[in-house]
């Protein structure tokens, strides 16, 4: 026999073949295993990065905290320093003055 029409032979295969039972289904059934995965991988990378930005977000606020405790107590004793010089500076000016009467 002569094949005169090939056009007519392909269309009939692909026609046979997505018309095979079953065949559709099995593609939508991954389809939709395919769409659960890439759910869950996306949820899981959601949750990777919430956790690091907030690990960072601790050891940032960490490290500002001891940076203010450190400057805190640098002004502190400045403050001190300072103090008591100034009154030593004001005893020993009225430390030369008489007493008033």
């Known amino acids: 026999m002569q094949l005169r029409k090939p056009g007519l032979i392909v269309l009939a295969a692909s026609l046979t073949v997505g018309l095979a039972p079953g065949f559709g289904q099995a593609s939508a059934k991954q389809d939709m295993k395919n769409a659960g995965t890439e759910t869950k991988d996306a949820t899981k990378d959601v949750g990777h990065g919430i956790a690091k930005g907030s690990k960072k977000a601790y050891h ?16 502190s ?14 005893v020993d000016k009225v430390e030369g003055k008489p007493a008033p009467q």
């Open 60 to 75: 940032s606020t960490a490290h500002g905290t001891k940076v203010a405790t450190h400057k805190t107590a640098d002004a």
């Open 77 to 90: 004793k400045t403050a001190a320093h300072k103090t008591s010089a100034g009154t030593k500076k004001a």
